[in-house]
């Protein structure tokens, strides 16, 4: 059930991302599996686990500027971010059923990121510290996360989204009341 | 500046909708104050896809209300300014509507019955309005949105419990 949940929120915010593709007539006809962007160059396949990141070489993944990121464990939390930090045109990130509860205020977040989406995995207070330090305007979207007893910080102008989480009731009630704009769905609040 | 504000708000809330009309089908986006949608004729209705209408008055109110549920193609009604206070279940609500903004106006719990009397699934946009002391019991309804509105704390709560919602901008206050 969690993971339909998961699958219908991912194709939600694949869908203004995705750049149609170009007519079959105007592409070239000797590279028919690839889909192209405006510029017309191949468009990054944005799906990764730690392994398959870690196995590209950098100058593969350089113009990467949306990434979904399956299944981080603990171990690799450091080789894997210290990766994303190297994609200057980063600016949507995806972390399904990652393990970030060991991320806190010290560890850097890529900078150009203005979407974040965490779906499932842990998550605790030190994420939550790590990710209050996006600039303003930045949209962060949880996703089946259990959140209850946690407090957000995040800057006043975040856009925020919560899908099918668990929050506290004041938690909740204090974010709306110091966010620009928040948006629930299906979620239960706890007292 | 409202006009837009309320346009980019409805547009932003589609996608949460889904698609109201298909591509093919002509749909037509009218705008009329209370008045003037008495006077026009029904023919020039029929294709409406999209009714904004602007400031009616209570003394209007049964004989638009009984207007708007004859329109076939209605998917999207804009109250802008209008006065609700009195309109409550006992009045029609069209079957097709998708989404319904309501924009400024005298609002009541006798307009929250009205709005639960709407087809399952409808989205509904509350901009600009003191929605204090209203208890929106919506079962139907399937989100719901606030932007700058006059909204008690207590509120939020009960709204996020029972809909999908989204607040944009909005006053909070304590209860006294």
């Known amino acids: 059930m969690r993971y339909k949940i998961l699958l219908a929120l991912l194709g939600i915010l694949t869908i203004p991302h995705t750049v149609p593709a170009k007519p079959a007539e105007t592409r070239p006809s000797t590279i028919p599996a690839f889909t192209w962007d405006e510029s017309n160059e191949p468009k990054i396949d944005p799906f990764f686990t730690p392994a398959s990141l870690l196995k590209c070489s950098l100058d593969e993944i350089r113009k990467c500027k949306t990434m979904v990121l399956w299944g981080l464990k603990e171990k690799d939390r450091r080789a894997v971010f210290a990766r994303i930090q190297q994609l200057p045109e980063l600016s949507e990130l995806q972390l399904f059923g990652c393990d970030l509860s060991q991320l806190d205020q010290s560890d850097p977040l890529p900078a150009k990121v203005k979407t974040f989406v965490i779906a499932g995995g842990k998550v605790c207070q030190s994420t939550l510290r790590w990710l209050s330090k996006v600039p303003g305007e930045t949209k962060v979207t949880f996703g089946g996360c259990d959140l209850r007893g946690m407090k957000f910080n995040f800057p006043e102008r975040t856009w925020l989204k919560f899908d099918s989480c668990e929050l506290s009731a004041p938690a909740a009630t204090e974010l709306v009341t110091r966010s620009e704009q928040v948006i629930f769905l299906q979620c239960t609040l706890s007292d | ?176």
């Open chain 2, 1 to 176: 500046m409202r006009l837009k504000t309320l346009f980019c708000f409805l547009i932003l809330l589609l996608p949460a909708i889904g698609p109201v009309a298909n591509a093919d089908e002509r749909m037509d986006e009218l705008n009329y104050s209370g008045e003037d949608f008495l006077q026009v004729p029904k023919g020039d209705l029929e294709s409406c896809g999209t009714l904004e209408l602007d400031g009616f008055k209570e003394k209007e109110r049964s004989a638009v209300l009984r207007r708007v549920t004859e329109l076939p193609k209605l998917t999207v009604l804009n109250l802008t300014g209008c006065d609700l206070s009195l309109t409550d279940e006992k009045d029609p609500v069209p079957t097709k509507v998708k989404v319904v903004m309501i924009a400024g106006g005298k609002l009541s719990q006798k307009t929250i019955r009205w709005l639960s009397k709407f087809p399952t699934g409808t989205g509904i946009a509350f901009a600009e309005c003191d929605v204090r002391r209203l208890e929106f019991d919506l079962p139907n309804v399937h989100f719901l949105a606030f932007e700058h509105c006059e909204v008690l704390k207590s509120q939020i709560p009960k709204l996020v419990q029972k809909h999908d919602v989204r607040f944009t901008e909005n006053t909070f206050h304590d209860d006294k």
